[in-house]
């Protein structure tokens, strides 16, 4: 019999072909195995850092276009299902051969549920998804839960979290009352942010043990990046923020800490089979006795890599000289059907130097433009920060860039100080990366090249995609927003879908801000305002289809040949889900 216990998942992570990922977190070292009715199994030791143990176990042989029900082992005990349990088992749907539809759940900013925290807040989207999928197993739809069944139409191919899945810097009452215990008076750390790695899974114990949100994870595979939360607010907002962030006593184990925390619990499972095994940072982890050292030693240098990174170009070396030999990379790429996602980490590897400031360094961007380049029908960008802003809150965070960077100090301190207190750090406040974003875009939707060299990337022409879709959250309100290429050819529709949050919410004072900022008046003085600076007119121009809707919501993106359609559900008072938009995005 087994002494460990399984303390958060089984969490399914990529399935791939006729193989899945299922990552898990136990109470003690133990061997973990996964298998399912029709023979698939797969098993891995855990690895243990900090006094903690996890294991990514790789599951082979599931049969194409079924879901599965699987269980879980520790040793020999079987901890899942557990017995009695009231949800459906825990399922692995295989996608059928030649499918290529695709259909992504999406959405960002989820704090703990009712009970554990301080702020009464509306339903959670996210448990009212996962209700109405177990009613829809119950139902029969896709499957009964007895045993491998064909797969249905009411099933995710793939769950996008875009960014602040935990909150550091804003825990609930039951994290601030474990961090009282551990802090004295003298202690030189925030009292109520977490520090320690050890601190941060008690953010993931509470966060991912929600049963429903715990049946969700066990069931739809999900693919995550970070935003500012999962480190503290502003996180790399600018370069003065970092160098008196560096300053702080606690801050190097707060960033190394957070960054550890973050590949074992998200970034690990994001990888895909084949991937794991080549992953540097996993080899040493799993050849470790004690993974504490490997993952402090990686979380702090993936950190000194950024802010080295800045330093080389301060000193007045190029990008290519600057940039660190083996430097670690969070964004990632896979395909779904025939459609490309590709994720960019829009907060760890920013570019803060005033010279080159932009969202990712060169290297990371050239490695973009060649996920770009491809056959595909569709192209999802997940960014965890919106592309296309309301358009005044656009030109005030451009303006807001260009004054931050004035060499008449006090107008750069005004300018800093004002963005850290809007949070003006959007793809509008890094306007080289924006603009680039756009000529990609363009590129890629205007047609077949002449030449391979005309083409985003290298390689052959391919055809353009049928839509063109930036995933996003952050901003605490969804909307679907358009955008239109003035002077170019005509192009691949383009749009941004942004959903936010899945369970916070927007201060009232703020949505009336936030609504202004789509107004042509406002607008229009803001762009005159960001004129007045220097700045461009941006290559772009957009407009809103749908929202703002400041509700807790999911999205839906659903890919059927080379239509694409988006829907936006809020949560009603009774804890379901209800439609708030609708829109095709290829009509």
């Known amino acids: 019999m087994s002494s460990a216990r399984l303390l958060i998942g089984p969490v399914l992570r990529r399935v791939v072909g006729s193989r899945a990922t299922v990552w898990v977190e136990t109470s003690g070292p133990a061997l973990v195995r996964v298998t399912t009715g029709d023979g698939a199994a797969g098993e891995a030791a855990t690895f243990s850092a900090f006094d903690h143990h996890y294991a990514l176990v790789v599951v082979d042989g599931l049969e194409p276009g079924r879901i599965t029900p699987y269980q879980v082992f520790l040793d020999d005990d079987q901890v899942w299902p557990e017995p009695e349990g009231k949800f459906p088992p825990s399922m692995i749907r295989t996608r059928p051969a030649g499918d290529s539809d695709a259909r992504l759940i999406f959405g960002s900013c989820r704090e703990t549920t009712q009970h554990a925290t301080a702020r009464k807040l509306p339903p959670d989207a996210l448990d009212a998804y996962s209700r109405r999928l177990m009613a829809a197993v119950r139902a029969g739809r896709p499957g009964a839960a007895g045993g491998a069944t064909d797969a249905g139409d009411d099933w995710p191919d793939l769950m996008v979290l875009l960014g602040d899945q935990v909150y550091a810097d804003q825990t609930s009452p039951t994290v601030r009352k474990l961090l009282r215990r551990r802090r004295n008076r003298t202690a030189d750390a925030p009292a109520d942010q977490v520090v320690s790695f050890d601190e941060y899974t008690k953010l993931y114990l509470e966060s991912w043990r929600d049963p429903e949100i715990r049946w969700l994870l066990s069931c739809v595979p999900s693919v995550m990046i970070f935003d500012d939360h999962e480190i503290i607010d502003d996180w790399n907002t600018s370069a003065p923020w970092r160098t008196e962030s560096h300053q702080e006593s606690w801050w190097s184990e707060r960033i190394a800490s957070g960054l550890a925390s973050y590949w074992v619990y998200q970034h690990l499972g994001n990888l895909e089979p084949d991937e794991i095994a080549a992953d540097p940072v996993y080899a040493k982890v799993v050849a470790a006795e004690d993974a504490s050292s490997v993952l402090r030693e990686f979380g702090a240098r993936v950190d000194a890599e950024a802010s080295g990174y800045d330093a080389a170009l301060g000193e007045g ?87 931050a960077d004035s060499d008449r100090p006090l107008l750069a301190g005004f300018a800093e100080r004002l963005r850290r207190a809007l949070d003006l750090e959007h793809w509008a406040a890094f306007r080289r990366s924006f603009d680039a974003l756009a000529q990609v875009f363009v590129r890629l939707g205007s047609g077949p ?139």
């Open 449 to 587: 090249a002449g030449q391979p060299g005309d083409r985003v990337g290298t390689g052959p022409a391919y055809p353009p995609p049928a839509s063109i879709s930036v995933l996003s959250g952050d901003v605490h309100h969804s909307y679907v927003a358009r955008a239109r290429f003035p002077g170019g050819p005509a192009t691949t529709p383009v749009h941004q879908l942004t959903c936010s949050p899945i369970h916070n919410q927007i201060p009232g004072p703020m949505r009336p801000l936030l609504r202004l900022g789509w107004w042509h008046g406002p607008s229009v003085a803001a762009r005159l305002l960001a004129r007045s600076a220097g700045v461009h007119h941006p290559p772009v121009r957009w407009r809103k289809l749908d929202g703002p809707y400041f509700g807790n919501a999911i999205s839906t993106l659903r890919h059927e040949g080379r239509a694409a359609e988006v829907t936006i559900e809020g949560t009603a008072s009774n804890g379901s889900l209800r439609t708030v938009a609708r829109r095709s995005l290829t009509g």
């Open 317 to 403: 070396k190029s990008p290519a000289e600057a940039t660190p030999p083996g430097r670690y990379q969070w964004s990632y790429s896979l395909d779904v059907g025939r459609t490309r996602l590709v994720v960019l980490d829009n907060r760890c590897s920013r570019v803060l130097d005033r010279r080159h400031r932009a969202m990712l360094p060169p290297t990371e961007w050239s490695w973009f433009t060649d996920q770009v380049h491809g056959e595909y029908d569709h192209l999802v960008v997940g960014s965890s920060l919106p592309w296309l802003l309301p358009p005044g809150i656009h030109h005030l965070e451009s303006w807001n860039e260009r004054v």
